[in-house]
Every structure is written in structure tokens, then in C-alpha cells.
């Protein structure tokens, strides 16, 4: 096996010639040379220099490198941490660019660059045998006539889910696929997924990860994926296909499965940070490749600036490593076929010279590239630096995460705040995301993700507990806005088990039918539990896996959740375009969006500032979309909802006309109702809600009695 003339030093990575070899580039700036390390089945290594150097990327050609080729790279250069630079021969280093990595990190002296417990010492034992090495992979698959679904941000429901844990338990699904992105792709997942009635899934991390050092030192393992080390790999781990290139053609058989069923896939992506942690983490690619322009670094380079709290931040306002995320993110959509992002801290991705900016270089490439700007774009718009609270801010083209959603549900329904932040979550958050032309969608509105309580949890528990961290209770959050209903955890006491269901109904009907883009914590929809575990992630067993053994009333809520995303589905009402103007629709029509008190009068601004106030009816009358042959207006149908999180009943008037002629209950969380009936409430007559309990009433026109 022997290297020779280079054929060129773009693209980067290891990519076939379709003879039997492959062209070899790696960009490495500063280094003195580089090694190409080729194994054999047996582990054998072969060393050969990249000789050629254009642009400071080492590049050859191989010859004798076929598809399924283990390889990795060794990079000579200068060692002086105290200035940033930590180039190591000794080390063994993924290929930034490998499609494929086959294999595990193991815990060992070795792996480190620098000599355990002094960063600035370096290693000269050889970490291969205890790091994973990258795959040349053969890029062809037959999609066929695969496209995406295209569904319009206003018509998008998004599932967050595992890949691992939505299958690992399922009783349909194959033992050998489950946990496996063949499991996800079984038909019975996604029939799940399609009579939900979600449009999109959206992953946890895929890219290629590796476990954390003080995670294997406690032996546990990394279960949410949230260090990242190869950006164009999908994890070997959830292959059920081998991981020698197989992981990848599995991945795209899933995506091409998910869309063939109408269904978007949208994935988790962690650029702000990588697994090699601060100085004192392992080296496993790009710190012994170009740790100075790789990484943002501090005092005159020896340390990581850290607005992440995972030990590092990656420097996208580098152009190298802007390169390297940009290629990364349209190999996903060009190659894989995904449909959208979802960006872990965001607000690190947009640090240019450590100050969060907006129009800097990461943003600015985004919102000019061709491919990427057409894709679905969510921002969780925070990072954990100064300034880093970005929710609100980011500019056209992107959605968020809206925590203040978030929080805001959880207290009211709690009972632990009035009315006031409510109207503005309710219908879009227009105080956030009105101006520079964003519309409702660009609020992601969530009660619970991943990262949290689930939903059931959040109405059975008070306070965390982590103990299977490991960690003493200590990690995870403390401000959890939970409410457990009186008695901590699980409970055989009715009373208090028919409330928590009727929360998880309260909770589900304000998330479903608020304007906005709705996100479901996968396993919510049938009440989930992780028993009162707030950060599991570290848990990569049943406290995380999805238990599909359902009682009755978990069953019911999967039918209630589905009921209610109908209701979202066939009325534009919940689905609003344009944020609300609070005006007549037409002359003597009703509002656009109009509040009431329980005596059926609009709110005044006094009883926004109730900070005892507990019950909020919202109108909406629903779009125009035109006119008929008569010059009549034709409109979607108009809705009340009203949400009531006091303990005791409350009688509630019914506006008068012309907000409706009449009204028909569709949902009330206390009896489980999820479907119309057929008795009609004449306006200005009451409604009995039940203490803490939603009803949605559909309000008839004259003409739809």
C-alpha cells in the first residue's frame, strides 16, 4: 500500500475513486507534517506522509484504499500548550471529515496529549489502540423517488425523540433493530408517530460521540449524544447494520422510510462544542490537528474559554472552522436528506470574538447559503457566557426555542402565577418575535424536552431525583416549576392520580392549540416517566427507554393527545400566519383574537396585573380566506378556549354576539372530552369548568347551527 501524486486537496476527508483507492486530505494549519495511519483487520498500522501541502491542507492519493478502510491521521507540529499548540504524533486522530467511525474510546493514560494531571507535560504513548478510527465510506444509495415533505413551519408539529430509546423496548420491533435506526423506521414506530399526528421528528444527537471522561470514571455512558466528535458520521451505536459504513445507508434507509410516511426529520446538532473537553480532556481529532484554530482559547492559549460548560467551544468565526460546520450541515441535507436543524447553543455559534453578534459570520453564511436557508432552522438561543440569553433575537430565517412558553404554562397551571405573561405565550408571543418580519411560527412553543421532567413527572414530582447520576442530587436543575399534586412521586390514591391526568390533559390542549410550532417530548403522549429524574443523561437504560406496556389511562391520553392535533390540523385558528391585530375581521365582525373574564366581558388591563386571577378565555375567529360566489366572507370556524388553574369550580359566561351565535363544547380536560358534541350553548349562558381544567368550545356562526 503506497501512497502517491496527490489528486487534489479539495474535498477534505477520505473519498473513493471508485478503483479501489481514495484521495486523502486533511486541513491542518501550523502542523509540520502529517500521517496517514491505514489498518489492517488485525489492527496492523501503515503509516504514509501526505506529502503534498496546497493551502495548508496535506493531501495523496492512495491507491490501495477501498470502501471500509479503517484509517486516522497522525499530525507533527510544535508542543507548547502555554501558546495553544498541542500537536502530538503519538496520538491518533479522526478524520474531521470521515463519513463513517468504527469503534469506542476507551478510558487510558494514552489518550490524553499531555501527561495525566500536568496539561502541559506531553504524552508520548500511543493512544491507538484505545480511540475509534474514521471509515472511508461509499457514498451511493438509491432513494428513489425520496423527497422531502416539505410541510410549512405553520402546519408543523414537532416529536422529539431518541433514536435509541423510542425502539429499545418496543415489543414490534425486531430484538436486533431495536434502539437502532431500523427500530425507528419499523412500521409500527411510525404508525405511532403518524396517528399522533406530528409532522416532524426531531433527534437527539446522531452525530458520531464518544462517552465523557468523568462518565466512564463513574461507569456510566452518554445516552442524549451531546458530544459530538465526527459531524458528518451518524453514530455507530444505533447501527444495527455493523459500523463499517453500514450506520450510514441504515440512516438514510430511516430517513427515507420517515418521509415516505409524510413525516419531516429534523436533528439535534452540537457544533458549539466538541468531546475533547478543556486541557485536561482527551485528544481525539481536532485538538491535535489545529487546537489554536479549532477552539476559542484564553489566557495567551493554554486554556479553553468555556460558554458552554462542556469544557470548550468551537471558534466558528474561524473560516476553517466555519468550512467544516458548513459542509458538515448541507452533507446532511445534500446527502442524507434531512429536512432541518436544531442548534445546541446556539448563541455560541454566533460568538465572534466572544461577544454573541448577530450579523457575524456564522449567521450571516447561514442566511446566504442556497441550500441551508431553505431547510428548517431552530435556535435554542442560549449558551451559558455572558450575554448569551438570546431568546427573542435571532434574526429572520430561524425559529426558537421559547423557554418563556415554557415557564410561563408550567406556572400557571401550577397555580403559582396569574394571567398576565399568558395572553402573549398564548398567541404567539408577539412581543418577541413581531418585529424584523418574523411570523408566529418562529416561536417553538414546549412545555418539556428532553432535557427536564417529562410531562408526567412534571405533574408528580416537586423536586429531582438524580441519585442514579451518581452525582449526589446535585446535577440537573432546581427550578423545575413542577407541581406534584400533593403527594411526591407515584401514588395509588385516585383523587390525586385523576388530577395528575387532567394536568397532562391541561397541559397538552394549551401546548396543541396555542399559536405557535408545537414540540412534544417523545413519550409524553402517553405519560412517559423517568421517576423523577431531571438529567438523565447519563441513563442509557429503562429509566430513559420508552415503555410501551401501557395502562388504560395512558392509552386514553395517546387518544386525546391525537384528538386534539386533529382539531389543531383541520382549523387554521390554531394555526395562525400572521400574528393577531386584535381587530374586527370585517365591519360588525369580531375580533381577530379577543380575552375574557369568567363574566364574559373582555379583560381590562388592571385584570392582566391580577396576580390572583385564574381563569382566561381566548376567541379566535379563525382566517379569511376570501370570498364565495355571493361576496360572502369564508372563514375558518372561530374557537373559545378557556383555561382555569384555580382549585374550585368556576361558572363562566359565554360572549355574546358577534362573537357567536352559539357554541358547542369540543374538549373538557376534566371528563376527557376530545370530540364535538352536539348540544349547543346559546350566548351569554354559563359553562361549569372544574377546578384546574381546560374546555375549548367551538363558536358557531349564524349559518352553522
Known amino acids: 500500500m503506497t501512497g502517491h501524486g496527490s489528486t487534489g486537496w479539495d474535498p477534505l476527508g477520505a473519498v473513493p475513486d471508485g478503483r479501489g483507492g481514495a484521495n486523502v486530505a486533511l486541513w491542518a494549519q501550523g502542523a509540520d507534517a502529517v500521517e496517514l495511519c491505514i489498518f489492517d483487520d488485525q489492527g496492523r498500522e501503515e503509516r504514509i506522509p501526505l506529502r503534498e501541502r496546497v493551502f495548508n491542507v496535506f493531501h495523496t492519493h492512495v491507491t490501495d484504499m477501498p470502501v471500509g478502510t479503517r484509517y486516522g491521521f497522525r499530525v507533527h507540529g510544535e508542543w507548547d500548550p502555554r501558546h495553544g499548540h498541542r500537536w502530538n504524533p503519538h496520538k491518533l486522530l479522526l478524520d474531521p471529515y470521515a463519513k463513517a467511525i468504527d469503534g469506542s474510546f476507551r478510558l487510558d493514560p494514552a489518550v490524553f496529549g499531555h501527561v495525566p494531571g500536568d496539561d502541559l507535560r506531553i504524552s508520548t504513548s500511543d493512544s491507538a489502540p484505545f480511540v475509534p478510527r474514521s471509515v472511508v465510506v461509499d457514498g451511493s444509495f438509491d432513494w428513489g423517488d425520496d423527497r422531502s ?24 420491533v425486531p430484538e436486533h433493530e431495536r434502539g437502532t435506526y431500523a427500530g425507528l423506521a419499523h412500521p409500527h414506530v411510525i404508525e405511532h408517530l403518524t396517528t399522533l399526528g406530528v409532522t416532524a421528528v426531531e433527534l437527539l444527537p446522531v452525530h458520531h460521540f464518544v462517552d465523557e471522561v468523568h462518565l466512564l470514571e463513574l461507569g456510566l455512558t452518554n445516552y442524549w449524544g451531546y458530544n459530538s466528535i465526527g459531524y458528518f458520521a451518524p453514530q455507530a451505536a444505533y447501527s444495527s447494520s455493523g459500523s463499517r459504513g453500514g450506520q450510514v445507508n441504515e440512516f438514510k434507509r430511516m430517513v427515507k422510510a420517515l418521509h415516505a410516511a409524510g413525516l ?23 485538538r491535535g490537528i489545529d487546537n489554536d484554530d479549532y477552539y476559542h482559547l484564553r489566557d495567551e492559549g493554554r486554556y479553553y474559554a468555556d460558554y458552554t460548560g462542556c469544557g470548550n467551544t468551537l471558534d466558528v468565526s474561524k473560516p476553517h472552522v466555519l468550512q467544516l ?15 432541518g436543524f436544531r442548534f445546541d447553543l446556539a448563541s455560541a455559534l454566533a460568538r465572534s470574538f466572544h461577544d454573541v453578534n448577530m450579523l457575524g459570520n456564522f449567521m450571516t453564511t447561514i442566511q446566504q447559503d442556497p441550500i441551508l436557508r431553505r431547510v428548517k432552522l431552530i435556535a435554542e438561543p442560549w449558551d451559558v457566557g455572558p450575554g448569551g440569553y438570546q431568546v427573542g433575537e435571532f434574526p429572520p430565517l430561524w425559529t426558537e426555542w421559547n423557554d418563556r412558553y415554557r415557564d410561563n404554562v408550567r406556572d400557571f397551571w401550577r397555580g403559582a402565577t396569574g394571567i398576565g405573561e399568558l395572553g402573549w405565550r398564548l398567541s404567539g408571543s408577539a412581543d418577541l418575535y413581531a418585529s424584523e418580519g418574523r411570523r408566529p411560527f418562529a416561536s417553538i ?23 442514579a447520576n451518581l452525582e449526589d ?32 390533559r391541561n397541559l397538552f390542549t394549551t401546548l396543541l392549540l396555542s399559536t405557535g410550532v408545537p414540540m412534544i417530548a417523545g413519550g409524553d403522549e402517553f405519560g412517559r416517566t423517568q ?9 442509557d437504560n429503562e429509566i430513559s427507554w420508552y415503555d410501551w406496556s401501557w395502562e ?12 386534539v392535533l386533529a382539531l389543531r390540523r383541520l382549523h387554521s385558528a390554531f394555526r395562525q400566519r400572521y400574528f393577531f391585530e386584535g381587530q ?15 363574566d364574559g366581558h373582555e379583560i381590562s388591563d388592571a385584570d392582566w396585573h391580577d396576580g390572583d386571577a385564574r381563569t382566561l378565555a381566548m376567541y379566535l375567529a379563525g382566517e379569511v380566506h376570501g370570498r364565495d360566489d355571493q361576496d360572502r366572507l369564508i372563514r375558518d370556524e372561530a374557537f373559545l378556549m378557556i383555561l382555569h388553574a384555580g382549585a374550585d369550580d368556576v361558572e363562566v359566561t359565554l360572549p355574546a354576539e358577534p362573537f357567536a351565535a352559539g357554541y358547542r363544547m369540543v374538549i373538557d380536560t376534566f371528563t376527557g372530552q376530545s370530540r364535538e358534541d352536539d348540544t349547543v350553548l346559546a350566548p351569554g349562558s354559563a359553562v361549569l369548568v372544574a377546578g384546574r381544567s381546560a374546555v375549548v368550545l367551538h363558536a358557531l356562526r349564524p349559518d352553522s347551527q
Not at 415533505?149 to 414490534?172: F, K, N, Q
Not at 421517576?531 to 441513563?539: H, S
Not at 374586527?584 to 369568567?598: I, M, S, T
Request: hydrophobic share 30%; glycine share 10%.
Open 264 to 286: 419531516e426529520v429534523i436533528l439535534d446538532v452540537v457544533y458549539n462544542h466538541t468531546a475533547e473537553g478543556n486541557q485536561n480532556g482527551p485528544m481525539l481529532s481536532f
Open 552 to 563: 388504560m389511562w395512558q392509552s386514553e391520553l395517546k387518544v386525546f393527545a391525537s384528538d
Open 325 to 339: 460546520v458548513m459542509d458538515s450541515l448541507r452533507y446532511w441535507v445534500l446527502e442524507m436528506h434531512v429536512d
Open 531 to 539: 421517576g423523577g429524574n431531571n438529567n438523565a443523561y447519563c441513563q
Open 584 to 598: 374586527p375581521l370585517h365591519d360588525g365582525g369580531p375580533k381577530d383574537l379577543a380575552w375574557f373574564g369568567p
Open 445 to 467: 412553543n414546549f412545555i418539556t424536552a428532553h432535557d427536564g421532567f417529562t410531562l408526567r413527572d412534571l405533574v408528580s414530582y416537586d423536586h429531582k431525583h438524580n441519585q
Open 473 to 504: 442530587n446535585r446535577d440537573g436543575t432546581d427550578n423545575n416549576r413542577s407541581w406534584n399534586c400533593g403527594v411526591e412521586g407515584e401514588t395509588d390514591d385516585e383523587a390525586v392520580n385523576r388530577l395528575r391526568h387532567r394536568q397532562l
Open 149 to 172: 415533505p416539505g410541510t410549512a413551519w405553520g402546519d408543523t408539529v414537532i416529536y422529539e425523540t431518541h433514536v435509541r430509546g423510542i425502539s429499545r423496548l418496543h415489543p414490534s
